[in-house]
Nanobody
Framework: QVHFAESGGGLVQPGGSLQLSCTTTNLFNSYSVGWYRQAPGKERQLVAR???????RYADAVQGRFIITRDNAKNTLSLRMNSLKSEDTAVYYCNVDPPEENPWGQGTRVTVSS
């Protein structure tokens, strides 16, 4: 199992930016990983993923606004979020991709509101 701890969430105005960070335990380098989010009343969804070699893909809703990066030497995963919209409000999680039975962390809450 790979364990994750997310941080960096907060309250931001529409159009603003925020950077989320995720620290992990060992075995991180062995997996593709992703950032997921769960908005109130909705199911958790994958918003960005990055392969072991650094190839990134994004959900249509965040394409061009979010940037996912990973540092395999430091076992860290980041998500730079730009041009934030109210619909980006959610709890954000990191996990392997696909998560299957890997445990979820507590997430970090992002609220986009004026």
């Amino acid at each position: 199992q790979v364990h994750f701890a997310e941080s960096g969430g907060g309250l931001v105005q529409p159009g603003g930016s925020l950077q989320l960070s995720c620290t992990t335990t060992n075995l991180f380098n062995s997996y593709s990983v992703g950032w997921y989010r769960q908005a109130p009343g909705k199911e958790r969804q994958l918003v960005a993923r990055i392969s072991r070699s650094g190839y990134a893909r994004y959900a249509d809703a965040v394409q061009g606004r979010f940037i996912i990066t990973r540092d395999n030497a430091k076992n860290t995963l980041s998500l730079r979020m730009n041009s934030l919209k109210s619909e980006d409000t959610a709890v954000y999680y990191c996990n392997v991709d696909p998560p299957e039975e890997n445990p979820w962390g507590q997430g970090t809450r992002v609220t986009v509101s004026s």
